[in-house]
């Protein structure tokens, strides 16, 4: 059982940048981060291999958003998130599993989730 903790989500203003982070207690193949905006369905955000070489992202994401995993040794996942919309407002969901799909159903563990606000 991998435990999966996420950290750094708040309120910022549109064209703000904020940066979450993400702390598993296991290795797995793939890291992802979804997130999820009141009465709308949980949506892939962007998912990187263990050794932090390979990343995705969604179209709506791109040119915008940076997933990273400095050390291949260590479990620590980052998503830094530039040009803040509005519609970026979620709660944001870091994954952990042995598929890099964009489907979070392919994905074993999941964090609690932490609120990212972004106010017009």
């Known amino acids: 059982q991998v435990q999966v903790v996420e950290s750094g989500g708040g309120l910022v203003q549109a064209g703000g940048s904020l940066r979450l982070s993400c702390a598993a207690s296991?290795?797995?193949?793939?890291m992802a981060w979804f997130r999820q905006a009141p009465g709308k369905e949980r949506e892939f955000v962007a998912r990187?291999?263990?050794?932090?070489?390979?990343?995705?992202y969604a179209d709506s994401v791109k040119g915008r958003f940076t997933i990273s995993k400095p050390y291949a040794a260590e479990n620590t996942l980052y998503l830094q998130m530039r040009s803040l919309k509005p519609e970026d407002t979620a709660v944001y969901y870091c994954a952990a599993g042995s598929h890099g799909s964009a489907t979070a159903l392919e994905y074993d563990y999941w964090g609690q989730g932490t609120q990212v606000t972004v106010s017009s």
């Open positions: 990187i291999t263990w050794n932090g070489i390979a990343t995705t």
């Open positions: 296991g290795r797995t193949p793939f």
